[in-house]
């Protein structure tokens, strides 16, 4: 009985980790926290796509992502002008990724070294308050504040660590 009430009290804590809705971001690599399986070859078809496998993934949704914190850019350029989002860091330490150096990777295959010590990135969910969508360089978009364009729009994929063999897609 005494097991029952701790994994009971433990639950909420566990239950809110599971993204309610649609992912839009998987951290992979050497992580500290999981919250979903593995990669399979013949679940994950666009990971299979982008060569891209691992053994331990945390994976978010849009409200799990905004959660950790909003931040707010206002940029320069001739696109949206308010970006927000989670910083980056937080992001990845939510995932348990020790790592400051990572590897983003956006749905068309675009792959961008992102150092958090250089400079500071949020994971933008939102552009001028509407959530990015697939199409409007979403589902996420990795934005500093001084060069808007230096990261990936179509953001979907952080590597932490070192790449799981076999997992680069040349262009």
């Not at 809110?16 to 078809?45: H, K, Q, W």
């Not at 909003?70 to 989670?86: D, E, I, L, N």
């Not at 937080?90 to 983003?104: F, K, M, Y």
Request: charged share 20%; with cysteine.
């Amino acid at each position: 009985m005494m097991i029952l009430g701790i994994v009971m009290l433990a639950w909420p804590t566990m239950a809110a980790e599971i993204p309610a809705g649609s992912v839009v971001l998987t951290v992979a690599g050497n992580i500290a926290r999981v919250n979903r399986p593995a990669y399979d070859a013949n679940r994950d078809m666009f990971f299979r796509y982008h060569k891209r496998t691992f053994a331990k993934a945390f994976v978010f949704d849009r409200a799990m992502l905004e959660s950790l914190g909003v931040k707010t850019f206002h940029v320069r350029w001739a696109g949206p002008k308010v970006m927000s989002g989670p910083r980056l860091v937080d992001v990845l330490d939510a995932a348990g990724c020790q790592e400051r150096t990572v590897d983003t990777l956006a749905l068309d295959g675009f792959r961008f070294k992102a150092d958090t010590t250089a400079r500071e990135w949020i994971v933008a969910t939102r552009a001028d308050g509407q959530p990015l969508g697939i199409g409007g360089r979403g589902p996420l978009w990795l934005v500093t504040e001084t060069d808007v364009g230096l990261g990936p729009w179509a953001l979907f994929f952080i590597q932490c660590g070192e790449e799981e063999q076999n997992s680069v897609r040349s262009r």
